[in-house]
């Protein structure tokens, strides 16, 4: 190879690098991007429960929440993303107590009647 081949060899690779790095400094910047789009959603996800977190806390089924907003006897969900929606954690805080009598009151008798359930095989009918 003539040297000025090898010039010209070195000057092809030099440019492909150089793009090469550009591409690579574009693709860095897309995820910095979407990271920190990610890292957006989850904290905003944190001030949420789930209809399945809130089930758990309260010890009663997902079906039972869904109906009960149905005859508006529980707060709705709020969208939180875009396929996302959940209860905000201190807005539900301050509805359960505000609606004591028809939130808690209601939440415990469904749990002693889901224990009683359990136990005898028969719903209670309290």
Known sequence: MSLHGFLHYF??????????QEMLEKILDKVTILENMIKSQESKISGYYTV???????????????SEIKK???????????RASGWCKKEFAAWMAINTKKGRNYIERKKWSNIYTERYGVKNKN
């Open 72 to 82: 508006d006897h529980f707060p709705k969900q709020v969208k939180i993303g875009e």
């Open 11 to 20: 000057e092809n690779e030099h440019r492909l690098a150089q793009n090469n």
């Open 52 to 66: 399945k977190e809130l089930a758990e806390k309260l010890n009663i089924s997902v079906s039972t929440i869904y």
